[in-house]
């Protein structure tokens, strides 16, 4: 099964207003990350945060990490038509044999 | 630009045919992974190689089979072939050698991928 749930599963947004999605995970972690994919497009890095960082910012996203609660979260500010795309959490552990487990994704939809 | 290529883009192929897909990692990246993406079920880790070894293994089928060459880049074989393995195929790269990679879970960077259509 997959250890990165995101949560919602569609989220559609007026542009300008903000966007988060929510990532849970089952196991301990040694590092979370935040891939966007455009639509047929192949996934790109967004950011990284690490089991001991509790948030990190990149531009406009902002992520927090609650390692208590097995959960991170993901915040587009200012959300722009642009940022359509799908987002993915993928979680990586110690012993998950070098391969990071992804989540379903979270689609978002900017609307102008 | 990942720095990741991917060949062919797109493949239109008949049941019971084989296809390859040919992956070059990002300059210096040792490691590479495939993926597999369809519409209903979602990314789909299939294989691992690290220096031209198998590191780890997903959901990967018995008619697939991958390779990684001295040269570092790689290919993933597909056989009697069916209509559910129309799907994105993705290859995507990591590492610099360093050993950190075991450790660190490092960044991965994707092709823009494979279309894969089987008729």
């Known amino acids: 099964s997959q250890q990165g749930e995101e949560d919602p599963q569609a989220l559609s947004i007026q542009e300008g207003e903000n966007a988060t999605m929510n990532c849970s995970y089952k196991?301990?972690?040694?590092?979370l990350q935040w891939y966007r994919q455009n639509s047929g497009r192949g996934l790109v890095h967004l950011i990284l945060?690490?089991?001991n960082e509790r948030e990190k910012h990149s531009g406009r996203l902002r992520v927090t990490l609650d390692t208590s609660k097995k959960s991170s979260s993901l915040l587009i500010t200012a959300s722009r038509a642009a940022d359509t795309a799908s987002y993915f959490c993928?979680?990586?552990?110690?012993?998950?044999?070098?391969?990071?487990?992804w989540g379903a994704g979270t689609k978002l939809i900017i609307k102008p | 630009d990942s720095g990741v290529t991917q060949t062919p883009k797109h493949l239109i192929t008949a049941t019971g045919q084989r296809v390859t897909l040919r992956c070059s990692p990002r300059?210096?990246?040792?490691?590479v992974y495939w993926y597999q993406q369809s519409l209903d079920q979602g990314l789909q880790f299939l294989i691992q190689?690290?220096?031209?070894?198998?590191?780890a293994k997903g959901n990967i089928l018995e008619r697939f089979s991958a390779q990684q060459f001295p040269d570092l880049h790689s290919e993933l074989n597909l056989s009697s072939l069916e209509l559910g393995d129309s799907a994105l195929y993705f290859c995507?790269?990591?590492?610099?050698?360093?050993?950190?990679?075991?450790?660190?879970?490092?960044?991965?960077?994707f092709g823009e991928g494979s279309w894969l259509t089987v008729v």
């Open positions: 995507a790269s990591s590492g610099t050698g360093t050993g950190g990679e075991k450790s660190s879970g490092n960044t991965i960077y």
């Open positions: 300059s210096g990246d040792l490691s």
């Open positions: 190689y690290y220096n031209g070894e198998e590191r």
């Open positions: 196991t301990s972690i040694n590092n």
């Open positions: 945060i690490r089991s």
């Open positions: 993928a979680t990586y552990h110690m012993d998950s044999n070098y391969q990071l487990i």
